[in-house]
């Protein structure tokens, strides 16, 4: 049995036609990320994807409020709900806060991949410059509504953001008291 799962394990790390990293903050996850992930999957070059976490130590700030632990378990529910599990890698990571290292550092921290998808234009500056992989674009989807500043302004106001979520991670934004987390970051005791 152990040989059978050590066959298993080295056929996901070695026998592969290409893996992808996909990476965003995740501050929520929202169903843009699933439209996201959905459009990385449908590559027919593609077959395992790594969703990279970041700014994972980064949490109860106003553009952080998740800790990378939260983060990463609603990344994870979501998967389970839409996805097959078996096809990613999922895990979180801190920043470094050298811009210039930056993508070689992750380079080091997580699986082997071939491709970056990400719009984020430093992000694709980064991974170009290094040389090592090939960066592609992801299609927009509904922007205006499924961005999670967006998201995040809707909670601390009290307008509607559920609808811009998946489902699955309802119970646990409820679990974490976002909503309430999101509010008292916005406060403030300074004069105005």
Known sequence: MQLIANTYILERLFLHE????????????????????????????IDEVIILIGSGEKAYSLKNPFTGGERLEMVTAIVREHFNINLFYMTAIPDINRNTIWAANVIDLVPSFEVVFTNNPLVQ???????????????????EELSGKIIRENMKKGDNWRDSLPEIILPLIDQYKGVERIKTLSQTDEVT
């Open 125 to 143: 500056q980064l991974f170009s410059n290094l040389g090592k992989k090939e960066v592609r674009k992801i299609p927009l989807n509904n922007r």
């Open 18 to 45: 290409m893996r992808a990293l996909y990476l965003g903050r995740f501050n929520p996850p929202h169903k843009g990320h699933i439209y996201a992930i959905e459009y990385i999957l449908e590559q027919t070059d």
